[in-house]
């Protein structure tokens, strides 16, 4: 095979095309990695409408990473403190067929869990929910969007009647005012930054970008206006600009009364957001203040971008919910250039929302709480009536809080790695390990979450199997598998599509291929906001990645609506969006005396969240080979801190430790450290460790983004070879969770 393969790199949701040749080629000598071993060769697609051929060094290396400690067999174990032992995949499928029945019929089906992951494929989460969901009858599928965009989720049906953003990235080349709040988008979503950059470039002077962000990172310095408020103060800053808008009269009254419903009640709430007290409440200045109202209210076509800093909070909803109210009193939505636009972390995050893949959601954006939708996908998969939950399922929380209530009796984990993601880590692994059979379903080995399993299951990866996922913008592109999976590993779908045929749904579970899966999945878009019915595989592979809604009475791209409620009609039983008044609550764990630092944790540009397949490319290693706090020189200072100094970082859940990165990039006050680094990539340097579950009441989503700690310097010294690890340990595997 010497042909070139398009599909779409699997890290974070920008979404970027990219072209996969094999690695050898007709008079050209073989493409090998560091070690010498062959490997494909990848480039951006020119061809692909989101990224234009642009890719960043996460999708340039990725192929580096396919051969890599993979999970090439399953393997079980009687106990977790037992070794593992290799088994068929029919010895396998017998153990979780007749653990799933056990726990059903004695427990219930609501003792039955699974989490699952924005690295899924459309086709993966439709069959999971298919599973759990219908043949199950359990709700309890969630998955880790719960921890990066349920918030974005519950903001936009909150606001508009449905989730999707409405805009689309050709909104970067039209904007003349961005505004970029809790977001690091020049490392976090770089192919995005890139195009925005680009076009403030050349528009030098004339396109406004204002970044809010408490640290001065890489976006922060290309702003015109950074904005570095306090944690927690986002609300404030939100309705201290809309106070000052409706004060200057930048404010689009016909939109509003012909539009909107609600204004009244958030007129009232703004009027006491003056901006005297909102510059002192976020630790800015009143002209900084004045200057972002100005901006937004002077600007034809405001974009506003978001990620983790807003909706990972206790109030991330009612963030989303306040950045949206300002497009609504301006008319700054549904036109070129303008809208709120929440950029997606996972790869298909966004797909996982339309195939229901959160445990209050159905398949084409339904609700499990409205009848009508339970009945609607009920018919459609041939299940009786009322086999569908009227109940939302657990939360991934409240899933770790069933295992030690004892609730839980079947855990089902696939694509994630809890063990290093999840909040309060040490409680969270606590209940991990007091879980009677977890199945964990993953790519590689070891992994963090391995420690905590009876099952392993070898799933085949991006590059090993087809299906679609879908990006920020809402569009599909197929992920055409080139090369074979290792071992025996399969793709997630037909693992879960064995275990339903297993348990006796034979007639629910009759797919081929992954294009049978897909085309039964967009039938139940049909009519909904989410309408994919025109897409199928065939034509993703003839004619390039789709943006839905694409009906399938759509006969060309160029009948498809680039960006949502173009009419000002939005999906709310009166037509109307909705205002949401809110005012701001803060921090669920503020700073104190006791504990008077705030950390916040976040993502650098190499790296990809637990490092599963970052940690084993040595480029990336070598680009950050270390964890680091990041501390201002005042505080640093007053505690005696220099650079390098180890620092052990305390909260009331944990502690971990940190070698110092002094710098005034961060406030005062605040401490940043990244997220990357687990028990196998390095010794007490867990961030979540230190974070609380703490969540918003809307979406669930905990605040991973801030909590209270104190800093303690370390004297004695301690090398940074035994601490950091080149490459991971296995040692870790197997040993009991401190209690």
Same mark, same amino acid.
């Given at each position: ?10 890290? #974070? ?121 219908? #043949? ?27 989730? !999707? ?11 003349? #005012? ?13 192919? %995005? ?35 570095? %408020? ?9 309705? !201290? =600009? ?46 900084? *203040? ?11 076509? @405001? ?54 893949? /959160? ?34 399922? /657990?939360?991934?929380?409240?899933? =770790? ?93 037909? =693992? ?90 803060? /921090? ?31 480029? =990336? ?44 990039? %961060? ?12 028990? *196998? ?25 801030? #909590? ?24 870790? /595997?197997?040993?009991?969770?401190? @209690?």
């Amino acid at each position: 095979m010497t042909d070139s393969t398009k599909t779409l790199c699997p890290y #974070c949701g920008v979404g970027c095309g990219l072209e996969v040749s094999p690695p050898a080629q007709p008079g050209k000598p073989v493409n090998r990695d560091s070690q010498g071993y062959p490997t494909w060769k990848v480039q951006g697609d020119r061809a692909h409408p989101s990224s234009q051929g642009m890719v960043c060094v996460k999708g340039a290396t990725i192929a580096e990473s396919l051969n890599k400690d993979r999970l090439l067999y399953p393997m079980m174990r009687e106990s977790l403190d037992r070794p593992f032992q290799r088994v068929t995949w029919e010895e396998a499928l017998n153990a979780i067929v007749n653990r799933i029945q056990t726990v059903r019929f004695t427990q219930g089906p609501e003792a039955i869990c699974m989490y699952g992951s924005g690295q899924f494929q459309t086709e993966d989460y439709y069959i999971a929910q298919k599973l759990l969901k219908g #043949c199950l009858g359990t709700n309890n599928f969630d998955a880790n969007s719960r921890l990066c965009m349920s918030s974005a989720v519950a903001g936009y049906i909150q606001s508009f009647g449905a989730d !999707g953003p409405p805009c689309c990235y050709d909104d970067l080349d039209l904007t003349d #005012c961005a505004f970029l709040i809790g977001t690091n988008t020049a490392e976090c979503h770089p192919i %995005i930054f890139n195009r925005l950059r680009k076009h403030h470039k050349k528009n030098n002077g004339k396109v406004k970008m204002i970044v809010v962000d408490p640290r001065r990172t890489t976006t922060a310095e290309a702003a015109d206006l950074h904005l570095a %408020i306090k944690p927690g103060t986002d609300i404030d800053l939100l309705n !201290g =600009i809309a106070h000052l808008l409706l004060r200057w009269g930048y404010i689009n009254s016909e939109f509003i009364d012909e539009c909107t419903s609600g204004f009244p009640a958030y007129a009232d709430v703004i009027r006491q957001y003056p901006p005297e007290f909102v510059a002192r409440k976020c630790g800015i200045k009143v002209n900084e *203040l004045e200057m972002a109202a100005r901006y937004w209210g002077e600007s034809k076509r @405001v974009l506003s971008m978001w990620s983790m800093g807003v909706n990972q909070s206790s109030e991330g909803t009612a963030k989303v919910r306040t950045i949206i109210n300002l497009h609504l009193m301006t008319g700054q939505i549904g036109n070129p250039g303008a809208g709120p636009f929440s950029l997606t972390g996972q790869p298909n995050a966004m797909g996982g929302r339309e195939a229901g893949g /959160l445990a209050h959601l159905l398949p084409g954006y339904r609700v499990v709480k409205n009848a009508q939708h339970r009945i609607e996908v009920e018919q459609f998969w041939g299940l009786p009536t009322g086999r569908i939950s009227a109940a939302p399922g /657990l939360s991934v929380w409240e899933m =770790i809080t069933g295992l030690e209530a004892g609730q839980v009796g079947f855990l089902w984990v696939a694509a994630t790695n809890p063990a290093v993601s999840m909040p309060d880590l040490e409680r969270t692994k606590k209940a991990l390990w007091r879980s009677p059979f977890t199945v964990y379903q993953d790519a590689y080995y070891p992994t963090e979450t391995a420690n905590y399993a009876h099952v392993l299951l070898p799933a085949a990866q991006w590059s090993e199997k087809t299906g679609v996922m879908t990006n920020s913008e809402r569009r599909i592109t197929l992920c055409s598998a080139f090369r074979e999976a290792p071992g025996e590993a399969r793709a997630d779908w037909e =693992i879960f599509a064995e275990v339903g045929r297993r348990l006796g749904f034979a007639e629910q579970f009759k797919f081929a291929n992954s294009a049978e899966v897909y085309a039964e999945f967009v039938q139940l878009t049909r009519r909904r906001p989410c309408d994919m019915t025109g897409v199928s595989h065939e034509r993703l592979a003839t004619e390039g990645p789709q943006q839905w809604p694409c009906p399938d009475r759509s006969s060309s791209a160029e009948s498809q609506s680039k960006r949502l409620y173009t009419d000002f009609r939005f999906h709310t039983p009166d037509g109307r969006a909705r205002f949401g008044a809110y005012h701001s609550r803060g /921090l669920a764990e503020p700073p104190d005396p006791d504990y008077p630092f705030v950390l916040t944790i976040g993502r650098l540009y190499g790296h990809w969240h637990t490092q599963t397949r970052t940690g084993r490319i040595e480029k =990336i290693r070598q680009m950050h080979p270390n964890p680091f706090i990041e501390i201002h020189p005042r505080d640093a200072g007053k505690l005696g801190i220099q650079e390098d100094t180890w620092v052990e970082v305390r909260s009331r859940r944990g502690m971990a430790r940190f070698p110092a990165k002094v710098t005034e990039a %961060i406030a005062p006050g605040t401490v940043f450290v990244p997220m990357h680094w687990g028990a *196998l990539w390095a010794e007490n340097a867990e961030a979540n460790v230190l974070t609380h579950p703490e969540a918003c009441p809307d979406s669930l989503e905990p605040e991973l983004k801030a #909590c209270a700690v104190k800093l303690v310097p370390i004297t004695a010294d301690i090398k940074t070879a035994d601490t950091f690890l080149q490459y991971p340990k296995s040692s870790m /595997l197997s040993a009991s969770p401190s @209690v």
